[in-house]
């Protein structure tokens, strides 16, 4: 498997494929609609990530020592950047994610996702992904 | 008169920008406007020319600034037609206004088992600062509901308004639906049961020609920075009357008269509401954003800007599955939407890779949101420097946007 830096990197790349913006955001939007719609169960309050402008949905299973994340937006952009957070971290073991350096979102420059200002839920969603790894890895020492 | 956009436009530096290498078409103007080159230059002399502290020292440099500071009162006074220059406070903005008037006026005049009246359609910053001052008094906020069409209920008023009211909330121009509101109606209903008004004039004064004394407005609240002036001053006004029965908003200089350890006696207004040193920079700067507005004329602007109100509007409707948000019959340039199946976050985020700045979101009125049952839309809000070539710019990038989204 490709550690979270690498896959980090595949994803700089496959975008940089595109050169207009709204070729890129086609892109996301592509991969936003091919993540696996969680349920409408799953939807509820306990797994609600409130932003400021979309929501988001996290679950996370752990399976033999790895988390396995799922997740979805309201908001088909930001399901597009759901795609990718499941797909750099999602298998990964609590270490992975706990060292782990996200930057990739900010890189693709596609929105302000990660500023602590514009919260749309993405920040909050990588907080609640560290979260959980912190929490598993108590669990497991 | 002809109305020469593009000589206003030139007063404009920053729409020359490019944004994504996209020349930028900025429709976020209920948020905050541009800043003309003529505010720029002022706040640049104040502090190469002639800058002190004001009302306090007896050198050229203070003197000079004072001046510059108190001619600005004069203007405001002038613009909004106000009956004296003492009934011209400058605060923070429109929120601190508001808040000036909850605390002052509340601690004086809301008692446990008071009504404060507050429109269904506000911004946070006039529905917040009368909650907390309710809870604080134990008094209750009773609402002035809206229509589906996004007009106020003013028939409802002579049954809202009992011996328990207090004051008045409202809106003149709502920032979400555009909305202006019949102010002088709705004043007139209050103050036949003595009711005093205090009117969030944010998204009117830079719109709409406002005169306060013709309306009758009690209190009358806006901010510099969503009228081509700087950021971090406000506006308020408020009637003689009520302003010398408040008690201060804060205590610290320039508000005294008399200081004595066991007692201070205060200044008369407006200084009693102008604790501490201002922003007296914001506050001179101000006076050239006024002076583009009165020389442009506020008939003309507003002609203008209804002109591209319909224009948008008209095309906007004929889009598949767009619903416009507030269609009251006296509308202000502003637009909020939504498109069937498409979130606005996705709308705005898209807009912006083309050049084009519109709000998403709740616009700080979560309510207003409730009442239409929606998460946020889209905004489109006009300015004195937008054009109908901004507009088709924007109804073609909202197409290609949708398409992709849909």
Known sequence: ?141 | MEYDVNKIRSYFPVLKQQVYGKPLVYFDNAASTQKPVQVLLKTGRLYTEFYGNIHRAAHYMADKTTDAFESVRDQVQQFIGAGSREEIIFTKGTTESANLVAASFGEQFISPGSEIIVSEMEHHSNMVPWQLNALKRGAKIVKLPMSRNGELQTSLLSELITSKTRLLAVTHVSNVLGTINPLAQIIDAAHRKNVPVFVDGAQAVQHIPVNVKALDADFYAFSAHKMYGPNGVGVLYGKRKWLEQMPPYQGGGEMISEVTFEKTTFSEIPFKFEAGTPNITGVIALGPAIALLQETGMEHIAAWEHQLLDYCTHQLKELEGLVIYGEASQKSGVISFNIDGIHPFDLGTMLDKTGIAVRTGHHCADPLMSYFNIPGTVRVSFGIYNTTEEIDRFIEALKRVVKMLK
């Open chain 1, 1 to 141: 498997m490709k550690t979270i830096e690498e896959v980090q990197q595949d994803i700089l790349e496959e975008f940089s494929l595109y050169e207009d913006w709204m070729d890129k955001y086609a892109y996301l939007i592509e991969l936003g609609n091919s993540v696996e719609p969680i349920s409408a169960v799953e939807k509820n309050d306990q797994n609600l990530i409130k932003g400021c402008q979309s929501r988001v949905w996290l679950v996370a299973e752990k399976k033999e020592g790895h988390i396995y994340f799922r997740g979805e937006s309201d908001a088909v952009i930001v399901k597009g950047l759901v795609a990718l957070l499941l797909r750099v971290f999602s298998g990964r073991t609590p270490g992975e994610i706990l060292h782990s350096q996200v930057h990739f979102i900010d890189d693709l420059g596609l929105t302000q996702h990660l500023s602590p200002t514009r919260s749309n839920g993405l920040l909050a969603m990588m907080k609640q992904i560290r979260l959980y790894a912190v929490a598993y890895d108590r669990l497991d020492n």
